[in-house]
């Protein structure tokens, strides 16, 4: 059979009822952690003793009635075929095997799909769909609630390896509900923002300009996404702020070269341009979301009407 092995990481409830866990994949991260969690959940139901195999050719079991459970962990062990397996299902223990994936591995993984003692758990580098469940997951499980914007970018920019993913995560766990915002997550995950972020400050100049930088800088959607949360952050802060005074506290330190242009740009914004503004970022997001496959035309759309309601 095979598991998920986000069923095995996710899941509190999760216990292992099988004897012979087969770990395979190019993800070691993923295959460590695994690994390491079927046997803490197995010692949660068992006194047990762990035990480093390389084979289980002429496997041989050993303990009595009263001593602990065995746990047997092979990394890239051999002799495992059908008859072997056949041979350590019967003993009183649990075997856990973590085998790099290669083509002489692929008739051993056909006999532990194949049967239903046997669970094959395939670790690879996290999907978009895998990385949505992990975060979710520490979200939930932390009671941290982020805006969607701030979400997109999480899930665009964090590490597809599970391990590097998770520790990004826990450094969240420092921070105040108040302080999780752009600036913090931007230097816990070691986003860069070189280049996109800078595309902003370039809306006063001439459109040709702005869309020769726009081409060489924004080459895919998620480069998309991540220039709209840009412009969001610095648009609504010249939204929300009433006047130049509470404006200008609001900006970055690191934004310091860019100070006079954004006061330049907070006093270009009436009501009524604010107003543009607000309604333009709703109509971009919806947009963006229903027709991802145009993202690059609608990113760049969006820059150049920033730039029109700013001189108009």
Not at 3 to 16: R, V
Not at 66 to 73: D, R, T
Not at 153 to 174: A, H, Q, T, W
Not at 247 to 252: D, Y
């Amino acid at each position: 059979m095979k598991i998920d092995p986000l069923n095995i990481l996710l899941n509190p409830e999760f216990l292992p009822d099988k004897k012979v866990y087969y770990i395979s994949g190019n993800e070691a991260t993923l295959m460590d952690c695994v690994s390491e969690t079927i046997i803490q959940k197995y010692k949660k139901m068992e006194a047990i003793s762990l035990s480093k195999i390389d084979t289980i050719e002429n496997f041989v079991g050993s303990g009595g009635l009263f001593e602990n459970k065995k746990v047997f962990l092979g990394k890239n062990c051999k002799g495992i075929n059908e008859i072997n397996l056949m041979k350590v299902k019967k003993e009183d223990a649990l075997f856990v095997f973590v085998q790099q994936n290669s083509p002489k591995i692929k008739s051993t993984k056909n006999i532990i799909i194949k049967s239903d003692d046997y669970y094959l758990v395939d670790c690879y580098e996290l999907d978009k769909g895998s990385k949505i469940r992990v975060i979710n997951n520490f979200l939930e499980s932390n009671n941290i609630n982020i805006k969607k914007d701030l979400y997109w970018v999480l899930l665009e920019k964090l590490d597809n390896r599970y391990v590097f993913l998770k520790n990004s995560l826990r450094k969240m766990l420092g921070l105040e509900a108040e302080e999780i915002n752009f600036d913090s997550i931007r230097k816990i995950i070691n986003i860069d923002s070189e280049g996109k972020e800078k595309l902003f400050f370039q809306i006063l100049k001439k459109n040709k300009e702005i869309i020769e930088i726009y081409r060489r800088k924004i080459l895919s959607n998620s480069d998309v996404s991540e220039l709209y949360y840009y412009c969001k952050y610095f648009s609504q802060m010249i939204i929300d702020n009433e006047n130049e005074i509470e404006f200008t506290k609001k900006i970055p330190a690191y934004l310091f070269r860019e100070k006079n242009f954004l006061i330049d740009l907070f006093r270009k914004h009436n009501l009524k341009k604010k107003k543009a503004l607000l309604n333009l970022l709703s109509k971009t997001e919806a947009t963006l979301r229903k027709e991802g496959s145009l993202s690059l035309i609608v990113g760049l759309r969006f820059l150049l009407n920033i730039k029109k309601i700013a001189i108009s």
